[in-house]
């Protein structure tokens, strides 16, 4: 049996047994960097008590898994990861335990001690609303709600013309949440008329409980719907 090889089969054997050793140092020294990465995300996250993150490193790239207890807190984790040296992008795909909640609570606190008000018998805003609406646009926007405007009147006058009353001071907030930044496709408006009342429309101060503009947080991209309170208007 013939066991001598050609000078050609000498060179080409050589040259593939280099390139596997090329390919073997880099995946290896790819390998390394998505350790350390890894590590460092992880140490730089533990820092900042966010236990419930998952890191996973892929290349220079940073996959972020959990359970967040809000929304600023899965902001925070991003955040930090992508302050890590070395780190070229997060991919931020952690989940908002309650987040509807969260953005429900957040809405509720604005609007306790204010109105939304209109001008008189019409659907134009006043403009001592626009504060407040502003820092409900910002609410929606950080939080992506499914936010459902709903207007409501008291039965004095006409039905019909309460329902679309009630329907142009909806679609007037709605456009102004929009304009603000609001995503439309996360947010609807509905008028309800007199329809759907909360308190006695026998008395003034049951009218006025009545005559109300309700924003309810509706989910939070996967979350369960939450419901709202009730808000007044004038």
Not at 95 to 106: L, S
Not at 136 to 149: G, H, Y
Not at 205 to 231: I, Q
Request: charged fraction near 20%; charge should be negative; aromatic fraction near 8%.
């Amino acid at each position: 049996m013939d066991f001598r090889f050609s000078q050609f089969e000498i060179f080409t054997a050589t040259g593939a047994l280099f390139l596997c050793l090329v390919f073997v140092c880099v995946f290896s020294e790819a390998s390394d960097i998505e350790d350390t990465l890894g590590t460092e995300v992880i140490e730089a996250v533990g820092k900042q008590n966010l236990f419930w993150v998952s890191v996973e490193a892929q290349g220079q790239n940073i996959l972020l898994t959990g359970a967040a207890p809000d929304y600023q807190a899965k902001k925070q984790a991003g955040d930090v990861a992508i302050e890590v040296w070395g780190v070229s992008s997060v991919d931020n795909q952690i989940a908002v335990i309650g987040e509807a909640g969260t953005c429900q609570q957040e809405i509720d606190d604005y609007l306790n001690d204010e109105r939304v008000s209109f001008k008189t018998g019409g659907a134009a805003l006043s403009e001592s609303s626009y504060p407040l609406l502003g820092m409900l646009a910002s609410v929606a926007r950080n939080c992506d709600a499914r936010i459902e405007i709903a207007g409501h009147t008291d039965s004095r006058g006409d039905a019909a013309v309460n329902l679309k009353l009630s329907q142009r001071r909806a679609d007037a907030v709605h456009k102004y949440l929009v304009q603000s930044g609001v995503n439309v496709d996360w947010v609807k408006a509905i008028g309800y008329g007199e329809t759907q009342p909360i308190a006695d429309n026998a008395t003034e101060a049951g009218r006025r409980a009545n005559l109300r503009l309700e924003l309810r947080v509706l989910g939070v991209k996967s979350c369960s719907s939450s419901s709202g309170n009730f808000y007044g208007i004038s």
